[in-house]
T-cell receptor, first 113, second 113 residues
Framework: DGGITQSPKYLFRKEGQNVTLSCEQN?????MYWYRQDPGQGLRLIYY???????QKGDIAEGYSVSREKKESFPLTVTSAQKNPTAFYLC????????????FGQGTRLTVV | LAKTTQPISMDSYEGQEVNITCSHN???????ITWYQQFPSQGPRFIIQ???TKVTNEVASLFIPADRKSSTLSLPRVSLSDTAVYYC??????????????FGAGTRLAVHP
């Protein structure tokens, strides 16, 4: 089945460690996005990518990094520079940037211990 | 930037019709209006999208007045399972055609028995 897959579902990290969240899609979508969601809050855009080998910072990119080496994959690294990384992370892909429709993964819940 | 404004929360009862209005005074000519639904610990799900007038699908209706400065999502005969957060999005264009897919805080709908 076509879809967008995030892994792992739950992730625990020690302070000072980098961690990479996986996002894979087989929908042949050009655009991909990473969001962060804190309890009771809306989604905040971290990074987005319109095409392979190109990506742009969103509203809260500090402490995060991404790569887009393949159309299907858009991994997010949460670095030790991110001071408050505990959150719910959502990846999305879009078939048509003109029309905003996006498909989301099930999310990764990151907890710093 | 086409910023959106929605009520923070709404309450309803099973079987009632719910209307959620979104203001987007700075909507651009090429922008579409899209609504998403999010359940706890899940990624948002596309509900409906429109450009002008009225759009209806099996889930909801979207009413857009002629000036397009607002839109109303209408959920007919809601049930307990419609309890969720609803987001209104309007295309957010960067020069060169990038679509940042900006989510606001959304409207938290609670449906009561």
């Amino acid at each position: 089945d076509g879809g967008i897959t995030q892994s792992p579902k739950y992730l625990f990290r020690k302070e000072g460690q980098n961690v990479t969240l996986s996002c894979e899609q087989n929908l042949n979508h050009d655009a991909m996005y990473w969001y962060r969601q804190d309890p009771g809050q809306g989604l905040r855009l971290i990074y987005y990518s319109q095409i392979v080998n190109d990506f742009q910072k969103g509203d809260i990119a500090e402490g995060y990094s991404v790569s887009r080496e393949k159309k299907e994959s858009f991994p997010l690294t949460v670095t030790s520079a991110q001071k408050n990384p505990t959150a719910f992370y959502l990846c999305a892909s879009s078939i048509d940037p003109l029309k905003n429709e996006a498909f989301f993964g099930q999310g990764t819940r990151l907890t710093v211990v | 930037l086409a910023k959106t404004t929605q009520p923070i929360s709404m309450d309803s009862y099973e079987g009632q019709e719910v209307n959620i209005t979104c203001s987007h005074n700075n909507i651009a000519t090429n922008d579409y209006i899209t609504w998403y639904q999010q359940f706890p610990s899940q990624g948002p799900r596309f509900i409906i999208q429109g450009y002008k007038t009225k759009v209806t699908n099996e889930v909801a209706s979207l009413f857009i007045p002629a000036d397009r400065k607002s839109s109303t999502l209408s959920l007919p005969r809601v049930s307990l399972s419609d309890t969720a957060v609803y987001y209104c999005l309007v295309g957010d264009w960067k020069s060169g055609g990038y679509n940042k897919l900006i989510f606001g805080a959304g409207t938290r709908l609670a449906v009561h028995p």
